[in-house]
T-cell receptor
Framework: DAGVIQSPRHEVTEMGQEVTLRCKPI?????LFWYRQTMMRGLELLIY????????DSGMPEDRFSAKMPNASFSTLKIQPSEPRDSAVYFC?????????????FGDGTRLSIL | AQTVTQSQPEMSVQEAETVTLSCTYD???????LFWYKQPPSRQMILVIR??????QNATENRFSVNFQKAAKSFSLKISDSQLGDAAMYFC????????????FGTGTRLKVLA
């Protein structure tokens, strides 16, 4: 079975540009998570969805960040306008939320560099 | 709120030796799950082992085992017969069973394996 698929793997763009990160969760998983990883702050949960509905977006740093999950097989994380401090590795993870807890499966991440 | 603490930013171990990575957590829940994830330089997040809080028996996966002390809220990872490929960041994670689907991650421990 294919794992969580993220694209692009690397993104380099200039400050002020719009950035869109994409994620395809594992088929059948009903929970999706977006994380940001930096040396200074470690792994931070930005937002998570359950059955395509955003449950908790308290980790989204500010209004420049937005995330959508239009269907069970696709999610996007958008930054507009981007700033150098947004440079980080962004991970998407999915899991099957049911009574017996299933672990999260992570994508390979997108390394984002804002110049 | 739940917290996860990894007090060892970095550890070293000689190849073929045994090393223990520590993790403590704080929660008021009685039922929850704990995980150890490995992140090698390739930056993939790989599940190493999981433990259900209601199980008294410590989980084991080949050379990886945990020492789960529920009363002390401690969840350490033991790696036996360390191999060069074990060199990575190791993250401890907590997932409750009531309400939120959030996973709480520790700040990680970087493990170096010396030849």
């Amino acid at each position: 079975d294919a794992g969580v698929i993220q694209s692009p793997r690397h993104e380099v763009t200039e400050m002020g540009q719009e950035v869109t990160l994409r994620c395809k969760p594992i088929s059948g998983h009903n929970s999706l998570f977006w994380y940001r990883q930096t040396m200074m702050r470690g792994l931070e949960l930005l937002i998570y969805f359950n059955n395509n509905v955003p449950i908790d977006d308290s980790g989204m740093p500010e209004d420049r960040f937005s995330a959508k999950m239009p269907n069970a097989s696709f999610s996007t994380l958008k930054i507009q306008p981007s700033e150098p401090r947004d440079s980080a590795v962004y991970f998407c993870a999915s899991s099957l939320a049911r009574r017996e807890i299933q672990p999260q499966h992570f994508g390979d991440g997108t390394r984002l560099s804002i110049l | 709120a739940q917290t996860v603490t990894q007090s060892q930013p970095e550890m070293s171990v000689q190849e073929a030796e045994t090393v223990t990575l520590s993790c403590t957590y704080d929660t008021s829940e009685s039922d929850y799950y704990l995980f150890w994830y490995k992140q090698p330089p390739s930056r993939q997040m790989i599940l190493v082992i999981r433990q259900e809080a209601y199980k008294q028996q410590n989980a084991t996966e080949n050379r990886f085992s945990v020492n789960f002390q529920k009363a002390a809220k401690s969840f350490s990872l033991k790696i036996s017969d360390s191999q060069l490929g074990d060199a990575a960041m190791y993250f401890c994670a907590y997932r409750g069973t009531s309400g939120t689907y959030k996973y709480i991650f520790g700040t990680g421990t970087r493990l170096k394996v010396l030849a």
